[in-house]
């Protein structure tokens, strides 16, 4: 699975055991007596880990920019690995992986959360929006253009984040001062010190009375 | 992290009987704490047991009292327009903390149960006993200057980082638990506990309960209080020092007073002394002086967190100036 190639989730040695363990333990080598000709394939070609790794995982069906999937994703995969590693959808960022920096914003179910602290499959049939579905084709959704015009970003690594968050802070209502909008971003944090800028984009989506 | 089984309850019920059967399993709610713990091997549960799914999320008006449900979202309850209206306190605290994002996932009964943020209860490295009992404590004689000042033991100078827990707590709110023998109540002043020799356990709920709500009495205090957070930032960080103040005024005269206190202890700390103080007397910035006084009169620093006796002191003189003010 993709998201072995993170960190978290590389197999280890302990892993793989735990893994025979679980195959011994579940009997599955006694089901095999009777199990689908499949089965008794993987088993004769010492497949059990493959095996094993199917049953530890579980089924999510979530939607992800108007896209549906339905997957097999071990229950410890965050939202933010399942994004990155398995859609390949990048443009959500890993800054902290612990809830301090909002790098990792997503609108689930039209609400801003934090996707390194969602497990993904708790996320069973969540409508799931990240950076990637805000423009229509070519045409870049108001925010994204705002954050350009007003340089809401020097690195931009904290970008998507704070574009994701803007958005719902103004849904909210909660962008109807320049104290009120530093309040309600402070989920954001910008290594770049762009605050400010951000700040005006933000105001600037406010007041251009746009559909966001 | 640990790779794990999770099942969705769909009853209360089921919710307490799955977990029961279970040697280490632990309920889900929001994660925000959990998940984050579970990433640094904090704790490793085999099983989850996701509560999402429960009937637990309504804010309910009833005469003499407001039920809150354990599932119900910080942010939901901090922008209720009857809460606000009611229980400003509570709504102050709850903005107070964290982010819009993680207020958007956190849950009533999560925040109850959220560890501390003693930086060696985090480092795995390091000797802890909340985290491994008998393994000894980091803070005492190391770095702590976000400890305790009240309350603290031999065994853990922490603090509990909630905020929505002091405003509950001055507000003299009820849970509501479910466990494997039926449902209890618990006062919230008592549903917190100090660490005395066995800082592993947080509060006094069993780990096979459950928090189903939480309970208000209707109160006097909703023109005149406030939440003070003192912290590092303007946003988005824990409490050094933070107030809970409620006042019931007629004309100047303090009818009842509610004082608790965040980031002192471990639990949110009722100021029961100063609050007789208060009764009866006039506003002026003496009494509430006094008060301050008063209040913190207990308290012991441990080095570098010693500031937080004056702190605490001005803390609550300044939540009562403007809790009076309103
Ligand atoms: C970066 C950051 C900053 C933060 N800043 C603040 C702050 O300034 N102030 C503040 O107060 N908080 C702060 N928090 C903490 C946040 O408020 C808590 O993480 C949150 O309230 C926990 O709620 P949850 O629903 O996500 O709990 P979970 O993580 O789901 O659960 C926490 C614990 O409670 C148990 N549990 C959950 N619900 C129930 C239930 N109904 N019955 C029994 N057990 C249950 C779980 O088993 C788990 O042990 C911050 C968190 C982060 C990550
Ligand atoms: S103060 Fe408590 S939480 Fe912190 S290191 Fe000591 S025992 Fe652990
Ligand atoms: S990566 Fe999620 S908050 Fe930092
Ligand atoms: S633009 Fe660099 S972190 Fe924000």
Request: proline share 3%; aromatic share 6%; with cysteine.
């Amino acid at each position: 699975m993709a998201s072995k190639k993170t960190n978290e989730n590389k197999v280890t040695p302990e892993d793989a055991n735990s893994r025979r363990d679980f195959i011994k333990k579940s009997g599955l080598f006694t089901a095999l007596a009777l199990a689908p000709p499949s089965l008794v394939m993987a088993s004769e070609n010492k497949w059990d880990e493959k095996i094993a790794e199917y049953l530890e995982t579980v089924p999510l069906s979530i939607e992800v920019n108007g896209a549906k999937h339905n997957l097999n994703i071990e229950p410890r995969t965050t939202l933010l690995d399942l994004l990155r590693e398995q859609l390949q959808l990048t443009g959500t960022k890993k800054g902290c992986d612990h809830g301090q920096c909002g790098a990792c914003t997503v609108h689930v179910d039209g609400i801003r959360i934090l996707s390194c602290l969602s497990l993904a499959s708790m996320q069973q049939n969540a409508k799931v929006v990240t950076i990637e579905g805000l423009s229509s084709g070519k045409k870049l959704h108001p925010m994204q253009e705002a954050f350009i015009k007003n340089d809401g970003f020097q690195c931009g690594y904290c970008t998507p984040g704070q574009i994701m968050s803007g958005i719902a802070c103004i849904k909210e209502g909660h962008a109807n001062s320049r104290e009120e909008i530093s309040e309600y971003m402070s989920g954001n944090i910008c290594r770049c010190g762009a605050y400010h800028n951000i700040v005006d984009a933000i105001i600037e989506v406010k007041e251009g009375g746009k559909l966001i | 992290m640990k790779n794990f089984q999770i099942i969705k309850a769909l009853s209360a019920n089921s919710a307490v009987t799955s977990l029961s059967k279970e040697a280490d399993a632990k309920f889900i709610a929001g994660g925000t704490n959990l998940v984050d713990l579970m990433k640094k091997n904090i704790t490793a549960p085999d099983k989850l047991v996701d509560i999402n799914g429960l009937d637990l999320k309504k804010i309910e008006f009833l005469k003499g009292k407001t039920v809150i449900g354990a599932l119900a979202k910080n942010s939901d309850v901090a922008s209720d327009k009857e809460i606000k209206e009611h229980f400003p306190l509570l709504s102050l605290a709850l903005a107070a903390g964290a982010s819009q994002q993680i207020r958007n996932m956190a849950t009533v009964g999560g925040n109850m149960l959220q560890r501390t943020r003693c930086s060696y209860f985090y480092n795995t490295d390091m000797p802890c006993n909340k985290r491994v009992p008998k393994s000894g404590c980091g803070a005492i004689g190391g770095s702590n200057r976000m400890s305790a000042v009240f309350g603290a033991s031999e065994s853990c100078i922490a603090v509990h980082p909630s905020d929505m827990c002091v405003a509950l707590a001055a507000l003299d709110a009820v849970v509501t638990v479910e466990g494997p023998k039926g449902s209890r109540k618990i006062d919230f002043k008592d549903f917190h506990r100090l660490p005395g020799n066995t800082p592993e356990k947080d509060t006094v709920l069993d780990p096979k309960e459950l928090i189903t709500s939480v309970e208000i009495p209707e109160n006097n205090f909703a023109k005149n209080s406030h939440y003070l957070k003192i912290r590092d930032r303007t946003s988005y960080a824990f409490a050094l020092v933070s107030v809970a103040a409620a006042l019931d005024l007629k004309g100047k005269k303090i009818n009842d007073v509610r004082l608790a206190m965040g980031g002192v202890a471990h639990k949110p700390w009722r100021l029961t002394e100063a609050e007789k103080f208060l009764k009866g007397k006039e506003v002026s910035e003496t009494v509430f002086k006094q008060a301050a006084d008063l209040a913190m009169k207990e308290a012991v620093g441990y080095g570098d967190n010693n500031f937080k006796l004056t702190l605490g002191k001005n803390a609550i003189a300044e939540a009562l100036t403007i809790a009076a003010s309103k």
